[in-house]
């Protein structure tokens, strides 16, 4: 764990990038360079802070997305969340499961989440669910 970080993150400045490389808590797997990660988070900071996602959003990747979020707190300044989908490759249950529990405690704090450049099949999958109702889609 990297001090003041979630376990397998990298403080880049105003950027945080959390890589995880399996589901596995194995330091072999995880050490390797050659092993392609399964979800990058980008977090850009700021009043309405952004987090990028690239990989997939499952069940082992979905504590990631958790623990950016947790991270970001409530700044006074803050009045929004964009979390961008544009490079979610596959997105399941537990994915769907991380907005509508980040919607129901940004709101709390008076703060709006908003989904950005979801894919044709995860802007799908938010219609289904009728949570591209509760949450703004861009």
């Known amino acids: 764990m990297h001090p003041g970080g ?6 880049l400045g105003p950027i945080r990038w959390i890589e995880v490389v399996s589901g596995l ?19 850009q900071p700021g009043s309405a802070p952004v987090i ?7 069940p082992h990747t ?3 997305l958790e623990a950016a979020l947790a991270d970001l707190g409530s700044g006074p ?7 961008d989908l544009g490079g979610i490759s596959f997105i399941d249950s537990s994915g ?9 405690s940004l709101a709390d704090a008076g703060i709006e989440l908003a989904l950005r ?3 044709a099949n995860t802007r799908r999958l938010l219609d289904i669910t009728g949570l591209g109702e509760l949450i703004t889609v861009e």
């Open 25 to 43: 808590d194995s330091p072999d797997v995880a050490e390797d360079p050659a092993s392609p990660p399964l979800l990058q988070v980008d977090l």
């Open 62 to 64: 979905a504590p990631l």
């Open 117 to 119: 450049n979801p894919s």
């Open 96 to 104: 769907l499961r991380v907005f509508v529990t980040a919607r129901a």
């Open 52 to 58: 990028a996602l690239r990989g997939d959003l499952d």
């Open 77 to 83: 300044n803050m009045d929004r969340v964009v979390i």
């Open 6 to 11: 979630s376990p397998g993150s990298r403080d």
